[in-house]
């Protein structure tokens, strides 16, 4: 069994920046793909960004690139999400997911991630 937590989440000013932690325990961590979607209330789940289990490989929304980084690290058993130059569009509750790496991976499926944090709430005020 897999446990993801996530952190990192609150309250800030349009234009500032966040930290979301995903810390993940169970299992060897750098045998996972990672990824990171989002919920705003009212809305359907969004892809936010993924990380292959190496690190090699990045993914990221169109509504984001250039403002978040994923990355990882595999000592630490946790992956990143650096968010800035934040939007209010942005407000969602955000969750890590992960996967087992091997076979065909979507990164931007949420159908394809086995694991799932219980999510941590980011709200950007205008």
């Known amino acids: 069994q897999v446990q993801l937590v996530e952190s990192g989440g609150g309250l800030v000013q349009a234009g500032g920046s966040l930290r979301l932690s995903c810390a993940v325990s169970g299992r060897t961590f750098s045998s996972y793909n990672m990824g990171w979607f989002r919920r705003a209330p009212g809305k359907e789940r969004e892809f936010v960004t993924a990380?292959?289990?190496?690190?090699?490989?990045?993914n990221y929304a169109d509504s984001v690139k250039g403002r978040f980084t994923i990355s990882r690290d595999n000592v630490k058993n946790t992956v990143y999400l650096q968010m800035n130059s934040l939007k209010p569009e942005d407000t969602a509750n955000y969750y890590c997911?992960?996967?087992?790496?091997?076979?065909?991976?979507?990164?931007?499926?949420?159908?394809?991630?086995?694991?799932w944090g219980q999510g941590t709430q980011v709200t950007v005020s205008s």
């Open positions: 997911a992960a996967v087992l790496w091997g076979g065909i991976y979507r990164p931007r499926v949420y159908s394809a991630y086995d694991y």
């Open positions: 990380i292959d289990w190496s690190g090699g490989m990045t």
